[in-house]
């Protein structure tokens, strides 16, 4: 039997945003990385314009929504994510009339655009920062930070035992204007990004104010960068240990996933349900468990929260429904949609992930077994597309893109690489430029090359080489976003039906509509629970029994389409 069907494009309204309420609930979310997306200008750099010219592309793909990562006036000591100013956009990526056409292109193509919040930290050539350092020691402008005396005789220690993400200590020392040595400033992630005071009143009516600066640009909601860490706890206490990173996603701890932050969030739900069109918030939150990330989630603040646990499961299919359920089960009781996955541009595509033994993290350095990790990127992809709730996808995995693991030392970008410690620092590799045609300096990116070098035989991969073509992963993508509109039963709904399967099998029902998963290495035969719809590889219907290959996951109706 074929795997899949004629890609046609998915239903779209054409000239408004398509007015579908809770929209959210069951959305298909394609995160743009503006850098790597489309260069319109030949500068080796994606930007706006080059986003807007590929907005059909998306439309037709099937999503409903595009997060853009930031594109904000920032001097891109972290990729954009040290903001110097909220309300402007980069040079390097166009200007605010470019943001305000993509916006309106994409809602008359029935798209809608959520854009990156970065509110835990600021860039140090924000202007309140560069201001705090200017005049010196009892500026009001340094209790919008976190700026503390050092301990030791001399002040010459850091306050506290705090690690930053990047590694090293989450600390810098200043030098005063008199030339002194003289106060300690906290950053949990780069020296150039250093955190805001969230005890401030200043600092909330500030992000209250960038809020509305956005959506009264028409921009549909907001993915809030590292959302767990806006309070600290009180006094600042010391941790005590080490190797910090460690024991992030285990417990709770001083500078992450604070109760306070709740109350930030309620007070920014407020504004947003003051504009119509169901605009939404977004958390990026890393917690030690599911539950906690359900608080993020209650009815009156955010809307959905990154499911982490999901992403860092293996390719196993009892590890994959303990977090399937442990998800749904946490979400129901706040009434929110469970999301799922798979990739984002802070961790190894998972077409590399699970080309690689399991155990090995987010972030890995080697290729690993390519044919066996896309026919697993492809049967996830399909698992993920069935659950109850909204699916995120990175740009570029629509391809089957690997991670380029052997980018040369001498063009690595990645901030984390250079502090030598805490991260592993290979998140160039989920960043190169994606390809868009066979051949070209940059496969279509642009005319003037790559900011990252792409593969030899990335064209082989491009939107072009795999549109029209039968088996691609694109037109897999396309087909099973088309299902999945066109069908009631996919993303609808808080639960699965699970159905008796062989060991290392996942299947389920919901509804008229069934998955069949097989995460082992052989082939399986399961019942026909009805008629095949789509399989992530060639896939045998025979009489009353289905024959699964290895690593495939099969889609199948009791109902006609």
Known sequence: MSQQHSAAPARHLAGTVADRRDWWRDAVIYQVYPRSFADSNGDGMGDLEGVRSRLPYLRDLGVDAVWLSPFYASPQADAGYD??????????????????????????????????????????????????LAEGPGSPLRERYHFRPGKGAGGELPPNDWESIFGGPA?????????????????????????????????????????????????????????????????????????????????????FDQDGVHDIYRQWRGILDEYAGERIFVAEAWTPTVERTAHYVRPDELHQAFNFQYLGTAWDAEELRGVIDRTLEAMRPVGAPATWVLSNHDVTRHATRFANPPGLGTQIRTAGDRELGLRRARAATLLMLALPGSAYVYQGEELGL???????????????????????????????????????????????????????????????????????????????????????????????????????????????????????????????????????????QAGEEVEVPADTTVWWSAAAV
């Open 83 to 132: 903001v110097a100013d909220y309300r402007a956009v980069d040079p390097m990526f166009g200007t605010l009339l470019d943001a305000d056409a993509l916006i309106r292109d994409a809602h008359g193509l029935g798209l809608r655009i959520i854009v990156d919040l970065v509110p835990n930290h600021s860039s140090d050539q924000h202007e309140w920062f560069k201001r705090a």
């Open 402 to 540: 690997p991670d380029v693991v052997d980018l040369p030392d001498e063009v690595r970008q990645d901030p984390a690489y250079f502090r030598g410690a805490g991260q592993d620092g290979f998140r160039d590799g989920c960043r190169v430029p994606i390809p868009w045609t066979r051949e070209g300096s940059s496969y279509g990116f642009g005319d003037g090359g790559s900011w990252l070098p792409q593969p030899a035989g990335w064209g082989a991969l491009s939107v072009q080489a795999q549109t029209g073509a039968p088996g691609s992963t694109l037109e897999l993508y396309r087909t099973a976003l088309r299902l999945r509109r066109t069908r009631p039963d996919l993303g609808a709904g808080d639960a699965v039906e699970w159905l008796a399967a062989p060991e290392g099998v996942l299947a389920f029902r919901r509804g008229d509509f069934g998955c069949v998963a097989n995460t082992t290495g052989a082939p399986v035969r399961v019942p026909a629970h009805g008629r095949v719809l789509l399989g992530s590889g060639e896939v045998t």
């Open 171 to 255: 600390w810098t020392r200043v030098t005063e204007p008199d030339g002194t040595p003289g106060e300690w400033y906290l950053h949990l992630f780069a020296p150039e990004q250093p955190d805001f005071n969230w005890n401030h009143p200043a600092v909330g009516d500030e992000f209250r104010s960038i809020l509305r600066f956005w959506l009264d640009m028409g921009v549909d909601g907001f993915r809030i960068d590292v959302a767990h860490g806006l309070v600290k706890a009180e006094g600042l206490p010391d941790l005590g240990s080490h190797e910090q990173l460690k024991l992030l996603g285990n417990d709770v701890m001083p500078f």
